[in-house]
């Protein structure tokens, strides 16, 4: 438990001590409605990868890997491979894999009735070049072979916007190691999130990384100390300093998601990291 936040996950090293793990998301009652039980009975072994460590469970199996091989074997072709962090609804994912054929994506998402929609979307459109893995993202990308991975989207990371719950932001350096170690050289990692204080914490962690490069081309300048929620318009008499990001990124569909964060007045920020 941290600061009142239900969320950790305890596990065993292999002495048998239990280990607690910070997660970037809290577990929620996923109750499915009929339409949503209904697409995972039809379209859940179409589409579900055998990710997990067992039925309930976001833990990666034990022995679980993704390399190009197995790509071939679960995509049906060696396409390029798109790996959607964090797919939500499934609004974006499924409509990148149906504008684009020719690519293979996989949409990994923790949260039953979001995962349940995207299969709906994908089945409802036949798609065939889009896999979905239920488990903690963290696990997954470190179980993901050197250089299988063309491109990862991180679009929108649940803020975290207490200070003291930034710990739990998906964007960690252990987590940039992992999404390295699927990319190949010249791969990318597209992020993008309405939240200013989030996006000092992209820079913080991936700026000074000698493995990518930023590809922005937009300077912004952003408050050089984190505000907590409820302080973000203490945040413009904070000293600031000029970053480089993105334009918006094409391939994105606008979500529910970003849209209600447009609606609050939020600026997006988008980062294009290149594997070097
Ligand atoms: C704020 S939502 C954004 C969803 C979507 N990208 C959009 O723009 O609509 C963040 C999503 O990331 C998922 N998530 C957070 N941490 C995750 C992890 N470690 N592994 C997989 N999914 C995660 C959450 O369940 C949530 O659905």
């Known amino acids: 438990m941290i600061d009142g936040v239900s969320g950790g996950s305890e596990r065993s090293d292999s002495g048998g001590r239990p280990v607690h793990r910070v997660l970037s998301f809290v577990r929620r009652s996923g109750r499915l409605d009929a339409?949503?039980?209904?697409?995972?009975?039809?379209?859940?072994?179409?589409?579900?990868?055998?990710?997990?460590?067992?039925?309930?469970s976001l833990d990666v199996r034990p022995?679980?890997?993704l390399g190009q091989?197995?790509?071939?074997?679960?995509?049906?072709?060696?396409?390029?491979?798109?790996?959607?962090?964090?797919?939500?609804q499934g609004e974006n994912v499924?409509?990148?894999?149906?504008?684009?054929?020719?690519?293979?994506?996989?949409?990994?998402?923790?949260?039953?009735?979001?995962?349940a929609h995207t299969m709906l979307l994908a089945g409802k459109s036949g798609l065939d070049?889009?896999?979905?893995?239920?488990?903690?993202?963290?696990?997954?990308?470190?179980?993901?072979?050197?250089?299988?991975?063309?491109?990862?989207?991180?679009?929108?990371?649940?803020?975290?916007?207490?200070?003291?719950?930034?710990?739990?932001?998906?964007?960690q350096p252990a987590f940039a190691d992992a999404v390295r170690g699927s990319l190949g050289e010249g791969g990318v990692w597209r992020l993008a999130t309405d939240i200013?204080?989030?996006?000092?914490?992209?820079?913080?962690?991936?700026?000074?990384?000698?493995d990518f490069l930023n590809q922005g081309t937009v300077t912004v300048s952003l408050p050089v100390e984190h505000v907590g929620k409820g302080n973000a318009q203490e945040a413009a008499?904070?000293?600031?300093?000029?970053?480089?990001?993105?334009?918006?990124?094409?391939g994105r569909v606008l979500t529910n998601f970003e849209r209600k964060g447009l609606r609050s007045g939020r600026v997006i920020h988008d980062f294009t990291y290149r594997a070097v």
């Open 35 to 56: 339409r949503l039980r209904r697409a995972r009975e039809n379209y859940g072994s179409r589409y579900l990868l055998d990710a997990s460590a067992g039925a309930g």
């Open 237 to 250: 008499s904070l000293p600031h300093a000029d970053f480089v990001e993105s334009e918006r990124f094409a």
């Open 129 to 171: 070049n889009l896999r979905i893995a239920q488990v903690n993202a963290t696990d997954l990308m470190a179980a993901i072979a050197p250089g299988t991975v063309a491109e990862v989207w991180t679009f929108f990371p649940d803020p975290w916007p207490k200070m003291r719950h930034h710990k739990r932001r998906i964007v």
């Open 94 to 115: 499924v409509a990148a894999a149906q504008r684009n054929p020719e690519t293979n994506f996989l949409a990994v998402e923790v949260y039953d009735p979001g995962v």
């Open 196 to 210: 200013e204080d989030y996006a000092l914490h992209v820079h913080e962690v991936m700026d000074g990384r000698g």
């Open 63 to 65: 022995g679980f890997s």
């Open 69 to 88: 091989s197995d790509v071939v074997r679960l995509w049906g072709s060696d396409r390029p491979l798109v790996v959607e962090i964090g797919t939500g």
